[in-house]
């Protein structure tokens, strides 16, 4: 399972998000079925974490997992608007290690 969460934070409030994603990805890396979890920086100012999951099971658990409980109270108030989260499925293409995630 393929997922990607986009953050929009205040432009004031960049450095306190991303402050507050570190410790955040460092405990998702630990959940069960975590095989991606990655944040990356768009030029409009947005965040978007990339995520790959081992099951839609585990995945669901993460959504209620202690490190996204936690995240989403300390955050919440530095967002422009409510975390963007998209789940996907891959349709695999092209040579097995470049067309799918």
């Known amino acids: 399972m393929i ?15 991303i402050d507050a994603l570190r410790p955040a ?6 959940e069960p079925g975590c095989e991606l979890y990655a944040i990356h920086e768009v030029a409009d100012g947005s ?18 997992s202690p490190a996204v409980v936690a995240l989403v109270a300390e955050i919440g108030e530095h967002l422009t608007v409510p975390v963007d989260v998209t789940r996907m499925t891959a349709i695999p293409m092209g040579t097995p290690t470049q067309g799918a995630l």
């Open 3 to 17: 997922v990607t969460a986009i953050f929009h934070p205040r432009p004031e409030s960049r450095d306190i998000v």
């Open 47 to 64: 965040l978007v974490m990339i995520e790959k999951w081992e099951s839609v099971e585990l995945l669901d658990a993460h959504g209620s």
């Open 25 to 30: 990805l460092a405990a998702v890396h630990e």
